[in-house]
């Protein structure tokens, strides 16, 4: 509990970004960029980006760009729209966005949109409201939203509302916090917020949190650290955030610390990830906890980063 230790996560940050050959790293070698845009903008938050070597980093995060113009999650990983959204918000934090070939990065993201007006994650064909969002944070990034038909997206998300309010990743499926703050942060982004009964869905939301403060993100579920965001960011969009008890939820991400070493855990006591620590610190963001810089909820980047981009 009490205050964020956060020298102690930006060292953790950085020597994990510095790992390569050790279990975890190799297990998550086919997300690393996944990983890098989760510590990097960890250190954005902390104002601790200058920490690292830039011109290494982007030429990195280029060189895992594929010839149809998509990103893999490593050098010579086919690409996925996954990895292509990662590699556009680590541009966006360097206000590097201009060292890529918007037109041929969107033609790639455009292609994989189906009849339907759903997205592929990529050539495999697996469709999930994930990738709806995914595809349309990172055409709004590169302000190349009219290479895809963003009407027929937002009537699919529509399509995958459930009577609870909630969103699943297809039409049908149960509600999730994860897919919920997919389909909420891609509604946002394309101002289709009005199609969404937000007292219905703030009262999902809030239900998910537990006596501990925590959030979960189904009914019964245990608190998760990484739920901080996709539940607190949804319920900030929808401005119905006033219907959970902020401070109990800063109390939990705070429990999840390990002050020793750096980094946050799911939940109190768990083993540390770069994963949670990105989740724990963009959560006490969004909760306005002193000292850090604001992220945007929708864009998942801190706000200077939108700002530049957009009101330049
Ligand atoms: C430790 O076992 C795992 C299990 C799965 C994965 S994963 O599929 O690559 N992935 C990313 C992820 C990264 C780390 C870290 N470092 C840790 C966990 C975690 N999860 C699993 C998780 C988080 N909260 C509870 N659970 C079970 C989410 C998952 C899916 C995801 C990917 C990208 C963006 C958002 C979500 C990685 C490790
Ligand atoms: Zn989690």
Partial sequence: MGELAAEKHAKYILTVE??????????MEHLRINGAYWGLTTLDILGKLAAVDQETIISWVMSCQHESGGFGGNEGHDPHLL???SAIQILALFNKIDALDAEKVSTYISTLQNEDGSFSGDKWGEIDTRFSYVAICS???LKQLDKINVEKAVKYIISCKNLDGGFGCTPGAESHAGQIFCCIGALAITGCLHYVDKDLLGWWLCERQVKSGGLNGRPEKLPDVCYSWWVLSSLIMI???HWIDKQKLVDFILDCQDKENGGISDRPD???DVFHTYFGVAGLSLLEYPGLKAIDPAYA??????DRIFLH
């Fill in 301 to 306: 980047l801190p706000v200077d980063v939108i």
């Fill in 270 to 272: 768990d083993a540390v």
């Fill in 83 to 85: 990895y292509t959204l």
């Fill in 239 to 241: 401005d119905r955030v």
């Fill in 18 to 27: 510095k790992k390569k050959d050790d279990i975890e790293s190799v297990l």
């Fill in 139 to 141: 055409l709004a990034l």
